[in-house]
Each structure stands twice: as structure tokens, then as C-alpha cells.
T-cell receptor
Framework: GEDVEQSLFLSVREGDSSVINCTYT??????LYWYKQEPGAGLQLLTY?????DMKQDQRLTVLLNKKDKHLSLRIADTQTGDSAIYFC????????????FGTGTRLQVTL | DAGVIQSPRHEVTEMGQEVTLRCKPI?????LFWYRQTMMRGLELLIY????????DSGMPEDRFSAKMPNASFSTLKIQPSEPRDSAVYFC????????????FGDGTRLSIL
């Protein structure tokens, strides 16, 4: 079945860039998503990328997709303390009728 | 626009009791999903509906769990009888059936079974 993996923890200093990585196994993935979860809240969609794209940029967020290696990354420029949260990578595969497979989440800690 | 609304936000009850979690999806969304989040297992899809019809309930852990969607604006997830291992945060999400639309999540119900 599908599997999505992420590292569990990342610590960066305020103002630096953060790079959160994700690998997936399903080569039929059509869309890949990044969600953010703050304490006590649900998952908030940050951005998503279609599998025929290599890169997508949205303000401070840059998503890079290497389809050959099945590797997805989320870069947050000028990381702020408000970016501290858990970040989930998720993929939807063709023919799965909207089901998403989520990674374990990466906890981002931003230090002063 | 109102997002996905879940109630209650917190529920504490004793094992053996019936628990009912509620969800109101975003108006116009045709898909509704129930997830469970725990430290050990992460985020698991329990069941999802399309146009009020259950499509895939393979993630429902056992017969103690049941979910209904009597109309397009309301769904329930019921646990009867509840057990301590059911303690988790339960999320509801909805999405439009238009192509390429993402899922939108509610703030979850934190359930504690004593």
C-alpha cells in the first residue's frame, strides 16, 4: 500500500529557512499536499502540487517535487515563531476517490 | 465562510459509555471524512462518505464504531461501548467534488475515555 514518511523533528532559528522533507512510495500519486497543525487545532492546508509540476511557490513557501525519487520538500523562507507547528505531507493516488495518505508529521520548532 | 464544525471540542467519559461525535461539513461539499489521530498511530482515515453514502469504512477499527450521514449537513461518529484505547483526537474533514479540491479539516474532538 501507500506509505508516506517524514522526519519527526526539525529545529531552526528565527529568520533562517526551514526545509521539511517527505518521501512517498506510490508512483501513481496525483497530488501532494502540505498541511500545518498548530496545538489544539485541526489541519490547515498550506499548499499542494500536482504531480506533473516540479516546483510551486507561494509567498514564503516553496514546494519542490522530485517525482523520480518520490521526494517532496517544503521550504519556508524567513521562518518565524508563528511557523512552529507540525507539518504533514499527504498524497492522493489516482483512482482512490479523494483518499489521502498522511505522513507522520514533522514538528518544527523555531528558536529565537 | 464557516469551516467544518465539530462538537463537542472535548469529551471525557467513563469506559462503557456511548460517545457521539458530531460534524457539520462546509456547505456544498460532497465528501466527508472521519479521521483519528493518536501519538502512536498518527492520522488514520476511519471512514468517508460521498453524497451521504459511506464509500469506504475499512479504517473503522471494530464494530463498536459506527458512522452515519443522514443528510448533507450533518454526520455522527458513535462509539458504543467506549474503551480507554479509543482516547484520541477525532477529526472531520470535507471537500468539494470539483477536480483537485483539497480536504478542509475541523478543529477536532479530543476524546478521553477513563
Amino acid at each position: 500500500g501507500e506509505d508516506v514518511e517524514q522526519s519527526l523533528f526539525l529545529s531552526v532559528r528565527e529568520g533562517d529557512s526551514s526545509v521539511i522533507n517527505c518521501t512517498y512510495t506510490d508512483s501513481s500519486s496525483t497530488y501532494l499536499y502540505w498541511y500545518k497543525q498548530e496545538p489544539g487545532a485541526g489541519l490547515q492546508l498550506l499548499t499542494y502540487i500536482f504531480s506533473n509540476m516540479d516546483m510551486k511557490q507561494d509567498q514564503r513557501l516553496t514546494v519542490l517535487l522530485n517525482k523520480k525519487d518520490k521526494h517532496l520538500s517544503l521550504r519556508i523562507a524567513d521562518t518565524q515563531t508563528g511557523d512552529s507547528a507540525i507539518y504533514f505531507c499527504a498524497e492522493s493516488a489516482a483512482g482512490t476517490a479523494s483518499k489521502l495518505t498522511f505522513g507522520t508529521g514533522t514538528r518544527l520548532q523555531v528558536t529565537l | 465562510d464557516a469551516g467544518v464544525i465539530q462538537s463537542p471540542r472535548h469529551e471525557v467519559t467513563e469506559m462503557g459509555q456511548e460517545v457521539t461525535l458530531r460534524c457539520k461539513p462546509i456547505s456544498g461539499h460532497d465528501y466527508l471524512f472521519w479521521y483519528r489521530q493518536t501519538m502512536m498511530r498518527g492520522l488514520e482515515l476511519l471512514i468517508y462518505f460521498n453524497n451521504n453514502v459511506p464509500i469506504d469504512d475499512s479504517g473503522m477499527p471494530e464494530d463498536r464504531f459506527s458512522a452515519k450521514m443522514p443528510n448533507a449537513s450533518f454526520s455522527t461518529l458513535k462509539i458504543q461501548p467506549s474503551e480507554p484505547r479509543d482516547s484520541a483526537v477525532y477529526f472531520c474533514a470535507s471537500r468539494s467534488d470539483r477536480l483537485n479540491q483539497p480536504q478542509h479539516f475541523g478543529d477536532g474532538t479530543r476524546l478521553s475515555i477513563l
